[in-house]
């Protein structure tokens, strides 16, 4: 099998009741490069169907390469803007163009043109860094008719969001402002700009304005490869976005995923009134295993995102439809976890599961104290204090993916520690111990969750699949992904377990966990041969 990767999901968005995903897809071998756009379809984000290649280079606005972008519905129809690469004397020459489909009545929109005589939509313009000047988000459409773009650049080492005006979607203008900027943040790739309802879990279309909505500023940066976001303001009239007092698109910021999660894009699904996050999974193995194994990246589950009642973070679940792959049920009733046990999830089909956890800590008695020097820094505290070291109030959680020994296992825990009188409560992704494959990187992950122990029950969801675990902490206030690469846990070698490493008992109120099994990917061809 030839070596292929996938990298950045591009333009998702739902048309006919059909969900498009196109995604970044490298076809050069065992280095990222000859990047196409990739597509498939599903009527459910969950059992999927390839397709050809949707966009490939082709024309001098884009012959070197076809990057990010995304799509946007103008009076109904769906447009894509992306990135092309030209040949010019610098290697790497940036402009924007556009595609549309091909024929409308297509179910599956499998053919898209690009209008030569429009493109490059969006040339290079003298001021911008002809090789920092990409990823187009999703435009929206203000009170006064006119679209906006924002695409990812900077200006020295400052990161910048340039926005663009059009009347016609063919014709743009550049505004002399850009919509937001940061100092020393490097450059931004893949912006995301979108409103959040104040109230409710429903998303918003990304052209609504108004009291009823705040915005979120997505920024993949790439000095750092994580995604940071800000909850903030969009004045339409002077199109600016302002944080919020005290969120920064920078290290300290907020991210839509601890671990392994890049390039994210959301959508709206206005059949299902929902705002749909999609985000690149990375490997952790070494490139040399990921040329064995003939492949490398995937996407994140697709999940729902919305304002957290706080309305300082957003929230994440996996979207509902996920739960059309479980199968067996198995569940453990309420008990106490004493410090120091181990408790089996029995049953299961351990490397494939779906696993629900409720903690209870209401009367926290010994707590740790909390070293200042973590508080800039959570990962530090979680590489540092690993699931093996014990605690007071924790380390507790789940071990997944474990072997017969315990010579693997990646755990995803919780420790509560006291700072000046009051509880903070970490999540981590210790991964440490994850395989006996040396060459991984096996970082482990962390971070804050805010949320109040004596108050509310601490909520854990594991997706556990082969090589990943993402987990949902705190309702979805704070999620990890991480990749991992057993050896002797897999398939039905694989164990889950419930544990408490800290001195002080943890209440488990309830834990349901499901065997899931595989969702159906199809190729098109495949599809017509069996009719
Ligand atoms: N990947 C694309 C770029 C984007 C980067 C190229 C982010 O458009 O900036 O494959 O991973």
Request: with cysteine; glycine share 6%.
């Amino acid at each position: 099998m030839a070596y292929v990767e996938l990298t950045d999901p591009n333009g998702p968005m739902i048309y006919n009741g059909i969900y498009h995903l196109f995604y970044q897809w490298s076809t050069s071998g065992s280095v990222w490069g000859d990047i196409v756009w990739a597509h498939a379809t599903s009527t459910d984000l969950v059992n999927w169907i390839h397709h050809k290649h949707a966009i490939v280079p082709s024309e001098a606005f884009d012959i070197e390469g076809v990057w990010s972008g995304s799509v946007t519905f103008v009076q109904g129809k769906p447009i894509i803007q992306y990135t092309g690469i030209i040949k010019s004397n610098q290697w790497n020459y940036q402009v924007q163009d556009m595609a549309v489909p091909k024929d409308l009545s297509d179910p599956y929109l499998i053919e898209w043109v690009k209008p030569v005589e429009h493109n490059p939509v969006i040339a290079h313009i003298e001021g911008i860094n002809a090789s920092a000047f990409r990823d187009p988000t999703t435009a929206w459409q203000g009170p006064d008719g006119v679209w906006r773009v924002t695409i990812g650049s900077k200006v020295e080492n400052d990161g910048v969001a340039f926005l663009f005006r059009s009347d016609d979607f063919i014709n743009w203008t550049k505004a002399e402002q850009p919509l937001h900027s940061a100092k020393d943040t490097g450059m931004w790739e893949c912006p995301d700009f979108f409103p959040v309802a104040v109230d409710g879990i429903e998303g918003v279309d990304t052209s609504v304005i108004g009291p009823s909505v705040k915005h979120v500023f997505k920024v993949s940066l790439d000095d750092t490869k994580h995604d940071y976001y800000t909850i903030g303001t969009y004045d339409h009239e002077k199109d600016k976005y302002t944080p919020d007092e005290g969120s920064v698109d920078k290290d300290s910021g907020l991210k839509f995923d601890y671990g392994k999660f890049y390039a994210s894009k959301t959508f709206f699904d206005n059949e299902k009134n929902r705002r749909v996050l999609w985000g690149w999974v990375t490997e952790s193995s070494s490139v040399e295993n990921d040329v064995k194994k003939g492949w490398a990246g995937l996407q994140a589950v697709p999940r729902t995102l919305w304002l957290a009642e706080n309305g300082k973070q957003e929230k994440q679940w996996p979207v509902e439809e996920l739960k059309q792959l479980r199968t067996k049920r198995v569940s453990l009733p309420s008990q106490v976890l004493a410090g120091g046990s181990v408790t089996e999830v029995p049953g299961l089909t351990a490397s494939q599961a779906d696993v629900d956890v409720i903690f209870e800590l209401p009367k926290l008695e010994d707590v740790g104290i909390m070293d200042p020097s973590w508080v800039d820094n959570p990962q530090l505290l979680c590489s540092s204090m690993p699931a093996s070291v014990k605690g007071k109030s924790g380390p507790f959680g789940l071990l997944a993916l474990a072997s017969k020994n315990f010579e693997e296992q990646t755990a995803i825990f919780f420790r509560v520690f006291n700072h000046q009188n009051k509880y903070v409560v970490f999540m981590c992704n210790d991964q440490s111990r994850s395989s006996l494959e040396e060459s991984n990187d096996k970082t482990t992950y962390g971070a804050f969750i805010d949320f109040d122990p004596e108050h509310d029950k601490l909520y854990l969801r594991s997706l556990i699949d082969r090589s990943i675990v993402e987990s949902f902490g705190a309702e979805g206030k704070v999620v990890i992904t991480a990749r991992v690469y057993p050896k002797l846990a897999i398939d039905n070698e694989a164990q889950l377990f419930v544990f408490n490493n800290g001195t002080e008992n943890v209440k488990m109120s309830n834990l349901e966990a499901w065997s899931m099994k595989k969702a159906e990917i199809m190729y098109l061809e495949e599809l017509k041969t069996s009719d």
